[in-house]
């Protein structure tokens, strides 16, 4: 069974930073895409970027393209996000996803969901 676990939520102002990381035990093997998502309160879940196993492909959503940047660990069962230039409309919980994949270059299709879930962390932005 795989477990994630996130952490490094919190509350910070406009225009801060936070990183947040997401380690992964349980895998069988280092063939995961790891992403994160978010969901803002009374808002559906959303994707924000991913990252496949060897890092050879990422992918973000428009919202974030520029700010945040995905990356995995050495380890490879470790994905950071790191959030700069944080907005007031960043204020959600964050919910790291992992799915197996052996592709190493297009991460785009998990956009729409993975297979397995932390149980999220909160990041507030105020302004």
């Known amino acids: 069974q795989v477990h994630l676990v996130e952490s490094g939520g919190g509350s910070v102002q406009a225009g801060g930073s936070l990183r947040l990381s997401c380690a992964a035990s349980?895998?069988?093997?280092?063939?995961?895409?790891m992403g994160w998502f978010r969901q803002a309160p009374g808002k559906e879940r959303e994707f924000v970027a991913d990252?496949?196993?060897?890092?050879?492909?990422?992918y973000y959503s428009d919202s974030v393209k520029g700010r945040f940047s995905i990356s995995r660990g050495n380890a490879k069962n470790t994905v950071y996000l790191q959030m700069n230039s944080l907005k007031p409309e960043d204020t959600a919980v964050y919910y790291c996803?992992?799915?197996?994949?052996?592709?190493?270059?297009?991460?785009?299709?998990?956009?729409?969901?993975?297979?397995?879930w932390g149980k999220g962390t909160l990041v507030t932005v105020s302004s």
């Open positions: 990252i496949t196993w060897g890092g050879g492909g990422v």
């Open positions: 996803g992992a799915s197996y994949s052996e592709s190493d270059y297009d991460p785009t299709p998990y956009a729409y969901g993975m297979d397995h």
């Open positions: 349980g895998v069988t093997s280092s063939n995961y895409v």
